[in-house]
């Protein structure tokens, strides 16, 4: 069977890979700081030395649509576009090409419809920020096959933060189950409380520096009976309003399993929203 | 109301590089023609088919013909698409984050809990 070799959980910040490759009077004052923590935070993966990254993110109003909005969407092709006009316009993201790892999509998807989750999938799905970034961040070589899992934590009527652990749960059986030699990495990025179109937007800290402290205790203890006995989809709103982002956090809790303490965690408290980095290594670490 | 076809209309303007300008340059043009002649055009569909039924409230038509963002976020538009649209539009006339942080204070006086943005 498939060895689950890393479980990764991030923020993914759109602005890192302009602040990351800007120069002399046009790079930011916390960019060396970022970089470092970012680098050491790849390292986590490389050790691991994965053959294929499962990649759990969130579509932002770029490929789908309220005309037909999935909750759960499983890419199963042989390549991926990525990174949209929008996002070269406000974050100076580059287009990118992924291959994909066909075999493990149509596992996932045949065995988690049959698991009970209904997935929707895309034979044709060019991805954004929420998943370019991580690659950008812990893959920059972009040398390894994915499987795009999107979530919908953006268009309401969403799922409810307990389906997110499920599926994460799911995920982790799934990839432990798949009749294959390879080594796979579960990446997902979500957010921490975050505003975005609302008066708490961009300010000099996330908008609510008490609820990321909890969700990064929560995270880093593996408490996931403890975040859920706290969010809800309406609790969300109150940390700000693009907060459901978190629900991703909570899918790859799922992927880790209750009580897991993660075996890396780092943070970074930057304007307009808190970035935070978890590794967990569900076979105790060192990698082959 | 029809908070889906104000988040139709900034999707569908924030897609398309020419009509971010045009949007910038002349908004209640562009939002009359957009109604008349794409509110109704079926996305990731047979091209030319279309619906028969969507139309803005006049608060919504007016909002848009104004770039009265304040008004949209009133109206449970999703900011994100807001966002998105009304920063390619007018980052430019400002320094560093200057819109953003003025788009923050022309919202503050919103309080929890906000609009709802349900469609």
Redesign the interface.
Known sequence: MAELVAVIASTHHPFYYRASTATGEDRPPFADEWVRKVEAFRETLTRANPDVLVMVGSDHFHQLWLDNMPQFLVGKAPFYDANWYNEEREFGLPRMVMTGSEDLSSYILREGIDAGFDLAFSNELRIDHSITCPIITLRPQNDLPIVPIYTNIFAPPLPRPKRFVQLGQTIRELVESWPSDQRVAVIGTGHLSLELGGPRQFGPHGPDPEFDRRAVEWISTGDIEGCCADVTLDSLHLPGNATHGFMDFMLMMGVAGEGRKADYVDTYDLFHTMEAYFTWYPNGGAAS | MSK?LL??FL?TV??D?SLVERYRDDPQGTVEWWESTEANR???CHTGESSTWLRFADAEREALATHDYPRL?ELGA???????LF??MFERDHDG?GF??E???R????S???PD???
Do not use: E, G, W
Not at chain 2, 78 to 84: A, D, E, I, R, V
């Open positions: 889906y988040n139709k999707f924030d897609r590089p079926l996305l990731n976020f999703h900011p994100f698409l807001t966002l998105t920063i390619a984050l953003q942080l788009y923050a204070r919202l503050a006086h919103f929890l809990p906000y943005i349900a469609t």
